[in-house]
């Protein structure tokens, strides 16, 4: 019996309708949209001008054809920028999920003035709904002393929050922390206690093997973002 049919009674079915169905994945590429994000590719947009290529609706007196879902975008992201706590409240009322940290910075000297910022920022996002997650996030190591880099790292062991820095973004910074440390940046964070485990680090697209086997040695994650 075929019973998807608006024949009379008693007339004979000869077909049965079917169905294919078409699952495409789209890709994107990540870039830093604050300084070049020509270098990305929106996956959303690739599969907007896919869908508006096709034909849809009636395509023979047998076949049509339809979009049925389109699903993409952001669920989970890691940001470091100012005003966090206003950031979550933007997140939870989004309904995404993200890791929030206001960017630390020591090197004009106001050391005392950025820990309690820190402080503060932590205590309003533990305040915050189940999908914000807080982190600390000293900015770099050019911008964050020896001393705020040491404490961030213990403090986020004590606090069990994240931390996530820039780090070997450019060349320059490389050969800068040779000459003023002796050492690779990883290298240089390693010696500090800062390198340890649910650590992002932002960039690294100068880091070179040792530091890159170092980094997995601590458990910690390397997000790459070229410039």
């Not at 979550?88 to 309904?95: C, K, L, P, S, W």
């Not at 986020?156 to 820095?165: K, L, N, P, S, Y």
Request: aromatic share 6%.
């Amino acid at each position: 019996f075929v019973y998807d049919h608006a024949a009379a009674i008693g007339e004979i079915i000869t077909q049965a309708p079917s169905q294919y169905t078409i699952e495409a994945t789209f890709h994107g590429h990540p870039a830093h949209s604050g300084i070049a994000p020509q270098q990305g590719r929106s996956a959303i947009a690739a599969a907007a001008r896919a869908i508006a290529e096709m034909r849809l609706g009636r395509i023979d007196d047998e076949t049509t054809a339809n979009v049925g879902l389109i699903r993409g975008g952001t669920a989970r992201f890691w940001d470091m920028y100012w005003h966090p706590g206003a950031t979550a409240r933007a997140v939870e009322d989004a309904g995404l999920r993200a890791t929030i940290g206001g960017p630390l910075f020591d090197a004009e000297g106001n050391d005392e003035e950025t820990r309690r910022t820190a402080l503060a920022d932590l205590d309003e996002l533990a305040g915050t709904g189940p999908r914000i997650d807080a982190a600390l996030a000293p900015h770099s190591i050019y911008t964050a002393s020896e001393g705020l880099l040491r404490w961030t790292a213990e403090l986020a062991t004590e606090r069990d929050v994240a931390t996530h820095i820039h780090l070997s973004e450019t060349e320059k910074e490389v050969s800068d922390c040779l000459e003023l440390h002796g050492a690779r940046p990883a290298h240089y964070l390693d010696r500090l206690g800062a390198l340890r485990e649910g650590t992002v680090l932002a960039h690294g697209v100068w880091l070179d093997e040792s530091e890159l086997e170092l980094i997995v040695t601590r458990g910690c994650t390397v997000v790459a973002v070229r410039l």
